[in-house]
């Protein structure tokens, strides 16, 4: 499997599958409810998938949770996204504990609330020593400030300019533990990375799917992984 930096090896279950999640508030208007509550679906259906893929086989999975970019949505869909953060933890924790999954943050702390930073930092201690599955979350995340900041402890720690290397660079992304994406899955048919895992997503197969993301099922879990089996993976050779 493709489950370590520098490896790539071809195989018919990914090791990473990083899931961008689009399309909750056009769903949320199709049913001519509130965007509220299309991220309250949206939520569930992380769970959903999120299982599934694990059960697939899948050691790795990244979830788009909230990008760097999101910032600029209105007040009040920011504070509910930031509390559908926290209700997620709250009501999702015992079954990452129970299931083996540990949990890892991709993205900036900083500027996060308070109480989502308290529910991050309890899912990550709580899980540190589970070892079946991973599940990165990008919450206040953005590839290029994901490189930039990487870059910056490079120069910090005083490192020659011949010295850097793609492992050097590696080891100080966020959560160096999280190995480059196999196949990234991107809902609502827009077709891009939206910022999304730039460093990780060198070699990764891209797979757009026109539903929205509440309205993913297992089935298209499955459909994913097929599409992944019959795509032949060259890494430039």
């Known amino acids: 499997m493709a489950c370590a930096w520098g490896k790539k090896v071809s195989s018919s279950v990914p090791a990473h599958v990083g899931y961008i999640l689009d399309g909750n508030r056009r769903w949320a208007r199709k049913q001519g409810l509130a965007v509220m509550r299309g991220h309250e679906r949206g939520k569930t ?33 920011v504070s509910f996204l930031m509390s559908n953060v ?62 930039m900041q990487a870059v910056q402890r490079i120069v910090r720690i005083g490192t020659k300019p011949e010295d850097i290397d793609e492992s050097i660079i590696e080891q100080n992304l966020y959560a160096p533990e999280i190995p480059p994406c196999d196949v990234i899955v991107r809902t609502s048919g827009e077709q891009r990375l939206s910022n999304f895992m730039l460093w990780r997503a060198a070699y990764s197969e891209l797979i757009f799917i026109d539903k929205l993301w509440p309205e993913m099922t297992n089935a298209d879990v499955n459909d994913i ?3 992944y089996k019959r795509r032949g993976r060259r890494f430039g050779g």
């Open 45 to 77: 259906v992380v769970r959903e998938i999120v299982k599934s893929t694990f059960q697939a086989g899948v050691k790795y999975v990244t979830i788009y949770a909230f990008s760097t970019e999101n910032w600029r949505r209105d007040s009040k869909e």
């Open 86 to 147: 926290v209700s997620a933890f709250d009501e999702y924790l015992e079954d990452f504990v129970r299931d083996g999954i540990k949990i890892m943050l991709l993205g900036s702390r900083a500027e996060l609330p308070a109480d989502v930073r308290d529910a991050i930092e309890n899912a990550e201690q709580t899980t540190s020593a589970n070892t079946k599955a991973v599940l990165g979350i990008c919450l206040n995340y953005g590839g290029h400030e994901e490189i």
């Open 225 to 227: 992984l097929e599409e």
